[in-house]
């Protein structure tokens, strides 16, 4: 009976210290308190890290907008432009509240071999009695001042939310009355940059389940009053079907860089549908073999393209993820917790991503 009590005793005062040393290890560490936010680690691995400092290849930029906002601006981006290699970049006009059309073409006229112009749709009047005729001879006046394609437009649920100058609220791609404006496209040989939807984790619960949470927060889609993520892409599948001739460019992998086979299989079924890579390098670069594998299968349909700013590092860090063979590297800038892998990308491929692909588009496509 002694025994007993002492040995009660015991594990009693045991048990106490073992829980104030856990209670004390639990306030030092610092797994249980650094926030993801704050999340900010560096890579110790002794592997390769590559600095690309120009592309392989000459490079046409398919996705970009009005960044500069004043001539020297205009004149330090080409200098950077000649220097990391690219050859010229489209300046998309919709998306970006600024300056009409014609204003912007002609900022950047005396540089206009390094730049090409893109136009919006004009959905000035489009329940009137002159429509679709105001609509379509507003796109050919955009043709006529220079412009080689239409985008970029964009639809987060709420229809054509980059719409210049009339307000695209609740027209989307497959609204008949849009039709005219996508089969006039076709005939004039401008393609169609369109952004759908966003990265799939923007729709997902914010919680800890939620694999891209640090972007997704911002970027998080209420879908209560507009169209979800299947409803767009039926929207968007449906324009893509409905008008063969007329080239769409799904912007950002149609948002689809956690799904790729189903993107796949709209290449397949579509031979008038492109996308470009902009603005989804973090995106698609933590699962670099799936990706590497998917842009050799569709080397023939993927265009560059950045939608980030002039800056040479953020053509460079693009560089480094398409052409090295790096891993685990981060990207501080892109937001994301997860390490980076390079897709060690064949020249082949490169240089249709790079060059070839746009160049066909916008040449031989006119
Ligand atoms: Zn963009």
């Known amino acids: 009976m002694k025994n007993h009590v002492f040995l009660i005793i015991s594990i009693a005062l045991l048990a106490g210290c073992t829980a104030s040393k856990e209670g004390e290890q639990e306030a030092a560490n610092p797994a249980a308190t650094i926030l993801l936010k704050d999340f900010a680690p560096e890579v110790i691995n002794n592997i390769p890290k590559t600095h690309v400092e120009r592309a392989k290849f000459d490079i046409i930029d398919m996705h970009a907008h009005d960044y500069a906002s004043s ?31 014609e204003e912007y073409v002609e900022a950047y006229a005396p540089y206009k071999d390094h730049f090409k112009f893109w136009c919006c749709f004009d959905y000035t009047g489009i329940d009137g009695e002159e429509w679709p005729e105001c609509g379509i001879k507003a796109l050919e006046r955009c043709k006529q001042l220079g412009a080689v394609g239409i985008g970029e437009l964009g639809d987060k649920g709420e229809g054509d939310t980059y719409a210049r100058p009339a307000d695209g609220k609740d027209i989307h791609i497959n609204d008949p009355r849009v039709k005219p404006l996508i089969e006039k496209a076709g005939e004039l040989k401008m393609p169609i940059s369109i952004h759908i939807a966003e990265p799939y984790w923007m729709y997902l619960p914010m919680d800890a389940t939620n694999d891209g949470l640090v972007n997704a927060v911002t970027w998080h889609v209420d879908t209560t009053n507009c169209y979800g993520y299947d409803k767009l ?44 890579i902009s603005a989804r390098v973090a995106e698609s670069a933590h699962t670099p073999r799936a990706t590497r594998e998917f842009l050799i ?58 060059h070839d692909n746009a160049y066909r588009i916008l040449t031989e496509y006119r």
């Not at 300046?91 to 970006?96: E, L, R």
């Open 71 to 101: 001539e020297e601006e205009i004149a330090q981006w080409t200098k950077t432009m000649d220097r990391v290699g690219v050859l010229n970049t489209a300046v998309m006009h919709c998306s970006w509240i600024g300056r009409p059309f």
């Open 233 to 276: 892409m039926e929207t968007f599948e449906n324009a893509v079907r409905e008008n063969p001739k007329t080239i769409f460019i799904a912007c950002h992998y149609l948002n689809m860089t956690h799904d790729l086979p189903r993107l796949g299989k709209l290449l397949d079924k579509y031979p008038n549908l492109y996308f470009d």
């Open 297 to 354: 299968k569709y080397q023939d349909r993927v265009l560059f393209g950045t939608d980030n700013g002039m800056d040479a590092e953020m053509y460079q860090n693009i560089f480094h993820v398409l052409e090295t063979n790096d891993e685990h590297f981060y990207v501080p800038e892109y937001g994301y917790h997860w390490a980076l892998s390079g897709f060690n990308l064949p020249d082949e491929v490169l240089k249709k991503l790079y």
